[in-house]
């Protein structure tokens, strides 16, 4: 499968302390695609997904060799604007976690953070990306209660609108279905499938189910290692690797 | 089977006891105060100062004291206050890893609460014997500074601690700087804690005799100058209780209920100030 990337690793290692996370990972993800990094707990692919952000930073004993280009650039260079970097991609944890302010502060947060301080503009900001996360209706009239006070899964969806409220090209994914009910799941899900025509999208998933549902790349990890990676058909039909077929199959999990 | 609920039923009940403890150090404080110092209550103690001297006056009040403990509780509190935040904040959103230099503050900091407030009230003199500085408001507010400096931030850095790293990620993520996130994010979820850690703070402050005699001296007028002696009430209490007379030893009681008044009505208000500017923390 040939493509044009958005992001390219080159020999990244990651190191916790003594601890090797990610082992010589090189892989291009393809632009305006959604990329799956599937994998048993513990592979590495959270820490990959995080790599592309620069927030493995801030972790203790954190050593990272190796580099990572987005759009051409190398963002471990010493040089490099980190927040630049960082409004370039939206995030999804796990959990969501609203900011401690109002609906409408949460997503105005970023915009705000980037100079726009037009009330006009902010207005459309917070309207448009509520919309578009498919929150809107919900939260329409109450915009200004507290993040807190909405269900997670609501909250999720507000996190969405959030990152995409600074107009990333990127949105980061780290499982961020696993605490939501299968309804909440179901919605964001069609959001991703909405958002890839403009967004390069990367999830990291411990659901295979999932990953074959939305995936058109996919990256199989295993014990800091990237084991296998290609389409989502080549991957989910054919795999070449024994240790793929097996997590695939169903044998280890 | 019968024991491990006679166990469970033991472990209650001990537990309850404990609580109980602390509740009733309180009451019987509250009412040995009351009753010793409520006959001697009157319009003028908290309107007027001292007449006839503050050691053996029996008229006037300790209006002197009350002002200045709140001048120099309230000043110190901050004073501290614009030191103790950037510590924090330093330490849990800028360093944030567990580095020798977060281990050496907290350390540094553990120290430093234990030390008796006596030892601040030396050095704070020492300091000002050096700096020039007779006992006055300034000096008090100095040596206060360091004795309530630890207190709150070590109590701040411990609610600050516990603020889940997704939190900061996520405004990272969107393109903050640090000190937007400070400001913006991890202030605003901390709130309640560091209003505790300033109220403790306070608290300890206000009620602290031993740092203040002799860098903040005493006297009968209210505080005007930075550079005058200014009275505290928890030395007022002190001065009071060593009289031969005992209707002067009664205004002392009378003087301790004010000072627990004060702490009283503080910590209320500020509860209340903060509950609307909390209805955003994240739970």
């Known amino acids: 499968m040939s493509f044009k990337p958005h992001i390219r690793v080159e020999n990244l290692n990651v190191y916790y302390g003594k601890e090797q996370a990610l082992k010589n990972i090189t892989v291009n993800i393809p632009d305006r695609k959604i990329t799956a990094i599937i994998g048993p707990s513990g592979c590495g692919k959270s820490t990959l997904l995080k790599s592309f952000n620069r927030l493995l930073d801030p972790v203790d004993h954190v050593r990272i060799s190796g580099r990572v280009f987005v759009d051409q650039e190398d963002i471990y260079d010493s040089k490099v604007d980190v927040t630049r970097i960082r409004k370039k991609m939206g995030l999804l944890s796990q959990r969501p976690y609203p900011l401690p302010m109002s609906i409408y502060d949460n997503v105005a947060y970023g915009p705000r953070l980037h100079g726009i301080r037009n009330k006009k503009t902010l207005n459309e900001i917070v309207e448009r990306n509520l919309k578009i996360s498919s929150i809107w209706n919900e939260v329409k009239d109450r915009l200004n209660t507290p993040a807190s006070r909405l269900s997670i899964g609501q909250q999720q969806r507000l996190c969405l609108a959030r990152g995409l409220a600074v107009e990333p090209e990127i949105i980061l994914g780290d499982e961020p279905t696993s605490a939501l009910d299968p309804k909440s799941s179901q919605r964001i899900e069609q959001r991703f499938i909405e958002l890839k025509s403009e967004y390069t999208i990367v999830l990291v998933t411990h659901i295979l189910r999932q990953a074959k549902r939305l995936a058109d790349y996919v990256l199989f990890m295993y014990l800091g290692e990237l084991v296998e990676h290609g389409s989502a058909e080549e991957i989910f039909s054919n795999p070449k690797q024994e240790m793929t077929k097996e997590y695939i199959g169903g044998t280890f999990s | 089977m019968d024991l491990r609920k006679t166990e469970e039923k033991i472990f209650k ?11 009733a150090i309180l009451l019987i404080i509250l009412i040995t105060i009351l009753v010793k110092g409520l006959p001697a209550m009157r319009w003028s103690m908290i309107t007027q100062v001292p007449k006839g001297g503050f050691y053996l006056g029996r008229e006037g009040g300790i209006l002197n004291a009350i002002l200045g403990s709140l001048v120099l509780a309230g000043g110190a509190t901050l004073m501290t206050c614009m030191i103790s935040l950037p510590i924090v904040l330093y330490l849990n959103v800028y ?80 393109g903050a700087t640090q000190f937007e996130t400070a400001l913006k994010v991890v202030a605003r979820q901390a709130l309640p804690g560091i209003l505790t850690a300033v109220l403790i703070a306070f608290g300890r402050g206000i009620g602290d005799a031993a740092s203040v005699i002799f860098t903040a001296g005493f006297t009968d007028h209210i505080p005007t100058s930075l550079f ?52 955003n923390v994240i739970r």
């Open chain 2, 13 to 23: 009940g001990i537990m309850i006891c404990s609580t109980c403890c602390i509740l």
């Open chain 2, 95 to 174: 360093v944030r890893k567990r580095t020798w230099i977060t281990q050496i503050t907290r350390f540094s900091l553990d120290v430093l609460w234990g030390i008796p407030s006596i030892v601040y009230g030396a050095f704070g003199f020492t300091l000002m014997l050096y700096l020039g500085l007779r006992a006055s408001l300034l000096g008090g507010l100095i040596a206060m500074c360091f004795l309530i400096l630890p207190i709150m931030s070590r109590a701040m850095d411990e609610v600050v601690k516990m603020m889940p790293a997704e939190l900061l990620e996520a405004s990272y993520a969107l």
């Open chain 2, 228 to 279: 005058r002696p200014v009275a505290t009430l928890p030395l007022a209490i002190f001065f009071q209780l060593g009289t031969p007379f005992p209707e002067v030893q009664e205004r002392a009681y009378a003087s301790a209920l004010i000072l627990t008044a004060i702490i009283f009505i503080v910590c209320i208000v500020s509860r209340l100030l903060t509950r609307r500017f909390t209805r």
